[in-house]
């Protein structure tokens, strides 16, 4: 079992993984970029698994990339470097796909690649101590491969000012962003984001996964004749499908759907 991440799956569905590297505020060399990517493919697979929610333990969420460890890539050639950036936006990718549910809970600060981790979950529950920057300036980087999803959510605007000025940035600044959905108290964050995370039990499983892949793949295309047929083959092959029809069956028949555990 590894000692920078622990993963929990509760009998309901909901497996929790959280950031144990607390002591360097959860900040992810190459071994955690690994575990972490192999974790959330495997928490992806797992048949009893409906939710996942991505925590941290200790004062920060996460302080990003680890910095000597960044350092220590100095040494390594172009091609070596390319290769271990392309890890990192592997991890952003893998958790960015998930087909179940992702929900943050993000107890405190956020830096860099931190912040690429919160932008890519699906629904976000943060402390008021959760500040956040895109600190990679300030130490004569750039946050390259998070962008396309900092931007994404956050919007080119914010994305241009936060890039370049590396400012800090509250809790309530990015709920206005839409980078966090929520703010709890610290010591409830965990237990906001669980119980939330329950709540989607009562929720088709494939048509979550089939939903969530619909809000990305419709997100800024522009409204045609060829988006308007994709969406309408997407709800056609849905209600036919065995977890379409339990549903509306359940709904007509005033039971609950198979799906959900008495
Ligand atoms: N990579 C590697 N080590 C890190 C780290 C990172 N991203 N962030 C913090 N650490 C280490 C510190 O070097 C320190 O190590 P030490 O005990 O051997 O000196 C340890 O974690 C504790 O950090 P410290 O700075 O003493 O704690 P703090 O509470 O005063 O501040 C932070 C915490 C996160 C605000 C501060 O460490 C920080 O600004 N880190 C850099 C975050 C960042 O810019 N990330 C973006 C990377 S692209």
């Known amino acids: 079992m ?23 505020h959860n900040a992810f060399d190459d071994h955690l970029i690994e575990e972490m990517t192999e974790a959330l493919l495997t928490l992806d ?7 996942v929610v991505l925590a941290a333990a200790g004062k920060s969420f996460s302080a990003g990339a680890d910095l000597g460890w960044m350092k220590r890539m100095a040494s390594y ?18 958790l960015d796909k998930m087909s179940k549910p992702t929900v943050g809970a993000v107890q405190g600060p956020a830096y860099g690649g931190g912040v ?8 976000v529950f943060a402390a008021p101590e959760a500040m ?27 994305a241009r000012r936060y890039f370049i000025s590396a ?16 703010i709890v108290p610290r010591d409830e964050v ?23 892949k619909l809000a990305a793949d419709v997100a800024d295309r522009p409204i045609c004749d060829e988006l308007n047929h994709d969406c309408a083959q997407r709800i056609a ?9 339990e549903g509306l069956t359940a709904f007509l028949e005033k039971r609950a759907p198979n799906w959900v555990k008495q």
């Open 237 to 245: 092959t849905q209600r036919v499908s065995a977890e379409g029809q």
């Open 190 to 212: 965990l237990v906001a984001a669980t119980s939330w995370a329950a709540q989607l039990l009562n929720n088709g499983p494939q048509s979550m996964a089939a939903a969530k």
């Open 2 to 24: 590894s000692t920078n991440l622990t993963i929990d799956i509760a009998a309901n569905g909901v497996a929790t993984l959280t950031m144990n590297r607390a002591e360097r």
């Open 132 to 158: 956040f920057a895109l600190t990679e300036v300030k130490l004569g980087l750039i946050p390259a491969v998070i962008s396309p999803y900092v931007v994404r959510k956050i919007g080119a605007s914010h």
């Open 116 to 123: 690429g981790l919160v932008a890519c979950c699906d629904m």
């Open 45 to 51: 697979k797992h048949a009893d698994v409906r939710v």
């Open 167 to 182: 400012e800090r940035f509250d809790a309530k600044a990015a709920l206005a962003f839409g980078l966090v959905h929520e």
């Open 77 to 94: 050639s172009e091609a070596e470097n390319l290769a271990d950036a392309k890890k990192l936006a592997h991890l952003m990718h893998v």
